[in-house]
């Protein structure tokens, strides 16, 4: 249960969302998107990132959605669970800056893709079991 009321599943548990990766019928409650991803923000993380890169690419008038959209939202809700993660440049941007707001007890080392030196450096800086 969060301060806000809910828990993870609750907000996960309607997977119909609109352009912002908010669940729909949060849109009829006052300030519903915004309380949503505030709520969201502790209880579900990796919601939270998802909503927070689809919320990103819809507001880019410019952008063509890509065929790799759908997976990239998924890639990045895994990013509280995980150590270590690799993004490409779009999304690097986006995520870097929101995980910042997330409650998490090591947030993970972001990596643009292809970088295998800082990749390995991450990957050698991590806590290893003895």
């Known amino acids: ?22 669940p729909v019928w949060w849109s009829a409650v ?11 923000r502790s209880a579900a993380p990796g919601l939270y990132l998802k909503a927070m890169l689809l919320r990103a690419k819809n507001r880019d008038g410019k952008r063509n959605p890509k065929p790799t959209d759908n ?3 998924f890639h ?20 870097s800056c929101s995980i910042r707001d997330i409650r998490t007890t090591r947030p993970a080392s972001l990596i643009r ?16 079991p003895r």
């Open 113 to 128: 893709n292809g970088d295998f030196e800082s990749l390995i450096r991450a990957i050698e800086r991590l806590p290893h």
């Open 30 to 40: 006052p300030n519903g998107t915004e309380r949503w991803l505030g709520a969201a």
């Open 1 to 22: 249960m969060t301060s806000r009321g809910g828990t993870a599943e609750h907000f996960a548990r309607r997977l119909d969302s609109g352009a912002d990766g908010v």
């Open 76 to 95: 990045v809700a895994m990013a509280p669970y995980v150590d270590v993660m690799t993004l490409d440049r779009e999304n690097l941007a986006v995520i």
């Open 71 to 73: 997976a990239d939202e």
